[in-house]
């Protein structure tokens, strides 16, 4: 057995009976210490001295690298959850593993020990390009007993835990959320099971490219579409795609936040959210509306705040390009309508998309059009930093041909892995990268909540990393003197 849980299967869904809670769901009228309860939870990389820490957030602090240097990077806290899971297995408990494609057949070795022997134990790969021509599953759930659920940009793999930043979301006695997030991970586990004789070759009007999708999308017009093997999603007559739904199912009910001061019993609307649109059921919202009411939700004068690793106005694996304005376009919207200060926070690492920062820059020149007329009467605000883990650009194997290569860190590591939007209303934690693909063709799932102390927690851990020396302003893009005729 490995030491760690594989840093390469980046996209591991567990469904988990008892394991690391009581073994029975409790009744929703039981008493209050079962009522719904959340936390933000975060793992912060080492060597970041001058990172603060927030009140009430849970937060976790092969390569040629020796045995002393692996601990210190903390590769034993991935041995420790991967031996409490194969524990939970001895136990007779039920689990179920899905993973990605993506680096299948070399990286599924735990997994499969994991299962090997053990009936109680089920693990599949998803070939999810063979359904939408590319994508992975890249949701990063986990749910225990029906009723506990993870969700958040943490990858299953101690670099995850100790030299990765990331930042998610733990419910515990939630039922009603754990059900809705078991219909997407059972829609996930049944495509594991089906061929691709499900798929369809559209040309796609709405982001004019010609690709695959399942037979059951709205992207084909209704006497093309199969009958789905999953719930279906709320059908809009003379509509394909997926417009956004202007009453998406939202939660009604008390989320007590133990981790705040200001907790509160009141209720307050929360949601799911679900990607690519053809694995979101019934009248829950696809992530890109997600994301989007994220932004729009801001007060006239207030500030919304995004981070996310990527960042790209475009796809990024498609054979075609698709341009992908989605979430630039609203964020300019509510700059110019609503006076808003946006705040985006994108990661700088050694795997930085090199055309992101002309996309930014793009971004930023909202604010030259801001104040571009005297009849616009406009006082918002683009402001964009790059986040910098230190020694992300110091990564990678230690020796390579035998020599060494002045890498400090393992590889794939030091950067901020989060994903996820709070305004001064509204919070949106999710598993995305802010790319089209991870939209469209990819496996995503976020949690959003109008719950004011998550919402004011959120807007602290953001803070924490724009006011820190980690984070480093995008310049503007040179603006030419605008000459008239006579």
């Known amino acids: 057995m490995k030491i760690t849980v594989p840093t390469t299967i980046v996209s591991l869904l567990l469904l988990v009976s008892n394991l690391c809670f009581v073994s029975f ?55 420790t959850v991967y031996s409490a899971i194969e524990s939970a297995a001895d136990r007779n408990v039920s689990i179920r593993i899905l993973q990605h494609s993506g680096v299948y057949p070399d990286y599924t070795n735990e997994s499969s020990n994991l299962a090997s022997g053990r009936p109680n134990v089920e693990a599949v790969t998803l070939l999810l390009d063979k359904w939408w021509g590319s994508g992975i599953v890249h949701a ?93 999603h709320q059908v809009i007559s003379h509509v394909t795609g997926y417009p956004p739904l202007y009453d998406p199912f939202m ?104 055309n992101t920062d002309l996309y930014l820059k793009s971004l930023l020149y909202s604010n030259v059009l801001c104040a571009s007329s005297q009849y616009n009467e406009c006082t918002g605000k683009v402001e964009i930093k790059y986040y910098k883990v230190p020694g992300f650009n110091f990564t990678g194997p230690y020796r390579e041909n035998g020599k060494k290569t002045g890498n400090v860190y393992p590889g794939y590591t030091r950067v901020n892995h989060g994903k996820y939007a709070v305004s001064d209303m509204r919070a949106h934690i999710g598993t995305s990268n802010l790319v089209w693909d991870y939209f469209y063709t990819t496996a995503g799932i976020s949690f959003g909540t109008y719950n004011p102390a998550i919402v004011l927690q959120l807007q602290a851990i953001f803070d924490a990393d724009w006011n820190s020396p980690y984070a480093t302003p995008v310049e503007e893009l040179a603006s030419a003197p605008i000459s008239s005729s006579r």
Request: glycine share 6%; aromatic share 12%; charged share 20%.
């Open 25 to 79: 769901a409790r009744p929703l009228h039981s008493v209050p210490a079962s009522q719904c309860k959340a936390w933000l939870v975060q793992s912060i990389p080492t060597d970041m001295p001058d990172l603060p820490r927030i009140n009430g957030v849970l937060s976790t602090g092969d390569f040629g690298y020796s045995k002393s240097r692996m601990k210190r990077f903390g590769a034993n806290e991935g041995f």
């Open 251 to 354: 939660f009604q009910l008390p989320l007590e936040t133990p981790g705040c001061t200001n907790t509160t019993s009141q209720l307050h609307a929360s949601y799911l959210s679900f990607a690519p649109p053809e694995l979101s059921f019934k009248k829950y919202q696809t992530d890109e509306q997600g994301w989007v009411d994220t932004i729009k939700s801001v007060g006239s004068g207030a500030t919304v705040r995004i981070s996310t690793m990527d960042w790209l106005g475009q796809s990024q694996y498609m054979n075609q390009t698709v341009y992908w304005s989605s979430l630039s376009s609203a964020i300019s919207e509510v700059v110019f309508s609503k006076g808003a200060t946006v705040k985006i926070l994108v990661a700088y690492w050694a795997h930085f998309i090199k």
């Open 140 to 232: 990063k759930v986990w749910i225990s007993d029906h009723k506990d659920v993870y969700i958040g940009s943490a990858n299953n793999d101690w670099k995850s835990l100790t030299q990765v930043k990331e930042l998610g979301i733990y419910l515990a006695d939630c039922p009603k959320i754990a059900k809705k997030v078991d219909v997407f991970f059972n829609n996930l586990w049944a495509l594991a099971s089906l061929n691709s004789s499900y798929t369809k070759t559209v040309l796609d009007q709405q982001w004019q490219t010609q690709r695959n999708v399942p037979c059951w999308s709205h992207f084909l017009q209704v006497e093309e579409r199969c009958r789905p093997p999953i719930p279906d």
